[in-house]
């Protein structure tokens, strides 16, 4: 087992010691190497690296193009958007964000949740976390203007 599959197991199994368990298992007999890719594969969770990339896009591609980036990437990955949603969030907990904007993109996204567990489209759900995301960057240009 390596560190970042360690970290990996870790993390995915956030304090449940027969989730950790059946992970470590589980990768352990699909797998010759527990490893971080081969943990998230196992899982059929999205790996940080493609996480940082949606929030990454979120934050920073024209609404168009980041539609077009997540959902590529949700066809060729086999990921959901709920499951995109989940680290989002998880990854916006870490930046350095104005609290009026953390406040809005949780609201928003809890709201986002809501609606997919309801049985919304993913298409239209995943245009609705870009959109959130490129309103929540607008609060944060206007914020930065603010205080220039």
């Known amino acids: ?53 949606v929030t990454q896009w979120l934050f920073n591609e024209n609404f168009p193009t980041a539609v077009r980036k997540c959902a590529e990437m949700q066809k060729l990955k086999g990921y959901a958007t709920s499951d995109i949603l989940q680290d989002v969030y998880r990854y916006t907990t870490e930046l350095e964000l104005p609290p009026r904007c953390r406040m809005y993109l949780y609201d928003e996204l809890a709201k986002l949740e809501h609606r997919l567990s309801n049985g919304t489209t993913e298409e239209l759900q995943l245009s609705s ?18 205080s220039s």
Do not use: W
Not at 41 to 50: A, E, I, R, V
Not at 129 to 146: H, K, N, W
């Open 129 to 146: 976390l870009v959109a959130i995301f490129a309103i929540a960057r607008e609060q944060m240009s206007g914020a930065v203007a603010a």
């Open 1 to 53: 087992m390596t560190e970042d599959g360690f970290k990996a197991i870790l993390r995915l199994g956030q304090g449940d010691m027969r989730r950790i368990l059946n992970i470590l298992q589980a990768t352990s007999m699909a797998h010759d190497v527990v490893n971080e890719a081969n943990v998230y594969l196992c899982t059929g969770n999205p790996l940080p690296k493609d996480i940082e990339s």
